[in-house]
């Protein structure tokens, strides 16, 4: 496996911008455009990706609206593999699976289409869940539970950054099996 050591982790980190107060007051909002337009570290980051899920069977990636498209589809095109979205509620076209989770205030909604998994002739497929980063987990849950709904098993949920302060990853971790190729603590 391409493993990454400790500077090639670091140089990957300095490749993400923070930016302050984005979208609204307090939040540090990590801003991988930086990585995705270095092509050596996006070089490097899919590489390790590529190495790291190459044996593991996996029949579909999901990736979450909308950074984890990029990195899902990306990966898909790599392992020869099948790309899933999960998106914000009302904009998939066909008939979709809804998942509502709480945010700090209020709620959001995610979708899947129902037949996301079904155009392959397995039970219940193995899919692999991308997303850039992991906050409080609440989206990549619910991202987990529509891929069970859906009829396939989430069996591991993949992220670029953890932010491990907020402990998101602990609740997900009952779901499925969590990989971060990045943790902030
Ligand atoms: P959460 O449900 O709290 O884990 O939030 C995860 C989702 O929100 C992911 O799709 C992230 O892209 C986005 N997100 C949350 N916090 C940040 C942040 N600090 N920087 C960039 N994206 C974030």
Redesign the pocket.
């Known amino acids: 496996m391409r493993e990454l050591s400790k500077k090639d982790r670091e140089y990957l980190l300095n490749t993400i911008r923070t930016i302050e107060n984005f979208p609204k007051p307090g939040?540090?909002?990590?801003d991988i455009t930086t990585l995705l337009n270095n092509k050596e570290a996006f070089k490097l980051l899919m590489d390790h990706l590529e190495s790291r899920y190459k044996e593991k069977e996996i029949d579909y990636i999901a990736g979450?609206e909308s950074?984890?498209f990029i990195l899902g589809a990306a990966l898909c095109a790599r392992l020869n593999s099948r790309f899933v979205p999960i998106r914000k509620a009302g904009k998939l076209p066909y008939t979709t699976i809804t998942e509502k989770y709480s945010l700090e205030y209020g709620f959001d909604e995610i979708e899947i289409h129902i037949d996301a998994f079904k155009n392959i002739d397995k039970q219940t497929p193995n899919v692999l869940l991308i997303?850039?980063?992991?906050?409080?987990?609440?989206?990549?849950k619910a991202a987990a539970n529509l891929i069970n709904k859906a009829g396939a098993k989430c069996m591991e949920a993949c992220f670029l950054i953890n932010?491990k302060f907020l402990n998101?990853d602990e609740e997900l971790k009952k779901m499925t099996q969590v990989y971060s190729v990045l943790e902030i603590s």
């Open positions: 939040v540090n909002f990590k979450i950074r984890g997303d850039d980063l992991i906050a409080t987990g609440g989206t990549a932010l998101g």
